[in-house]
């Protein structure tokens, strides 16, 4: 249970090095927060997890985010979704998320999805399930390349200590 909406606590927006969303930015996080439990909602998730949502320029440098990541305003969310204790595929969440006209960034991904609240764009889009290919996960929205917990753990270790 989160303290910021249903699923997301002030303390997973905050900066993978700890530091809070400042106050002047928690309008913003606010604002995005409610946006990615809606898409939950919508798409029937038991639990959002966050990979990224506010970073400080520090951070977002280390992780080789763009100086102008949105990010850095606390107004973007990296997520995924699960649903009945399995991964919901990123690119179909993106897909519904397109398909919705969604008026902000959406960025797809192979292990999560990209929104934000900046200008309408979409990047990545190469990675997106297309209306042709959609009957391909018919069986429901559920990820056939299941990340587990530890999958996620090791990832994100890697990009810690990735070398220059």
């Known amino acids: 249970m989160g303290d ?18 400042p106050d002047q930015l928690k309008e913003n996080a606010r604002k995005i927060a ?12 038991d639990k959002i997890i966050l990979t990224s949502a506010y970073r400080t320029p520090l951070h977002n440098n280390f992780v080789g985010g763009v100086p102008t990541s949105t990010h850095l305003e606390a107004k973007a969310i990296d997520f995924y979704l699960i649903k009945g204790g399995t991964v919901m ?24 999805t990209h929104l934000d609240v900046g200008s309408k764009r979409m990047w990545n889009k190469s990675d997106a399930i297309s209306d042709d290919n959609l009957s391909e996960y018919e069986s429901g929205i559920i990820r056939k390349d299941y990340f ?5 753990i090791a990832y994100y270790i890697s990009k810690l200590f990735k070398t220059a």
């Open 89 to 112: 595929n990123p690119q179909l969440v993106g897909h519904y998320i397109a398909k919705g006209n969604y008026d902000g960034g959406l960025g797809i991904y192979n292990n999560f």
């Open 34 to 45: 409610n946006r990615v439990q809606a898409v939950a909602d919508v798409l029937g998730a």
């Open 148 to 152: 587990s917990f530890w999958d996620w």
């Open 4 to 21: 910021l909406t249903k699923n997301i606590s002030w303390s997973e927006m905050a900066c993978k090095d700890g530091t809070p969303v």
